[in-house]
């Protein structure tokens, strides 16, 4: 009879402590603080980042020259008969190669025709 007078009188204690335990384990915290750079300038190499297995430096730049054969990043017209590559990300069969009609316009998947 007294393990039945125990258990019965510390129900609720055991129940709260319960529930005191639940609610603390959905809460987080971190002892770490996210902080993202507010400019390129701010961002550095630090000495526990891996190296390349180039085995060259990151370097940090601010403008990223035009790719090659793009007349230094000028607008470039589409002509009738060019041939384009639509890739879509994430969606495989949604990317295709595409040929320029007499019009200028090229037909697509989902969005119809594009001028």
Same mark, same amino acid.
């Given at each position: 009879?007294? #393990?039945?007078?125990?258990a019965k $009188? ?6 709260? !402590?319960? @529930? $005191?335990?639940?609610?603390?384990a959905c /809460?987080?915290?971190?002892? /770490?603080?996210?902080? *993202?750079?507010?400019? =390129?300038?701010?961002?550095? !190499?630090?000495? $526990?980042?891996? %190296? ?6 990151? +370097?940090? =730049?601010?403008? !990223?020259?035009?790719?090659?054969? /793009? &007349?230094? @990043?000028?607008? +470039?017209? !589409? $002509? %009738? ?9 994430? #969606?495989?069969?949604l990317n295709?190669? #595409?040929? =320029?009609?007499?019009?200028? &316009?090229? *037909?697509?998947?989902?969005? @119809?025709? #594009?001028?």
């Amino acid at each position: 009879m007294d #393990v039945f007078h125990f258990a019965k $009188s510390y129900t609720g204690t055991i129940c709260v !402590l319960l @529930g $005191s335990l639940a609610i603390s384990a959905c /809460t987080s915290t971190s002892s /770490t603080t996210s902080s *993202s750079p507010t400019s =390129v300038d701010a961002l550095q !190499l630090t000495s $526990s980042s891996a %190296p390349l297995s180039g085995g060259g430096a990151l +370097q940090v =730049v601010k403008e !990223l020259p035009a790719p090659q054969n /793009t &007349q230094n @990043g000028n607008e +470039q017209p !589409l $002509s %009738p008969n060019d041939v384009l590559e639509v890739n879509v990300f994430q #969606v495989d069969n949604l990317n295709r190669i #595409v040929q =320029v009609d007499a019009g200028g &316009q090229i *037909s697509l998947p989902l969005i @119809g025709t #594009v001028t």
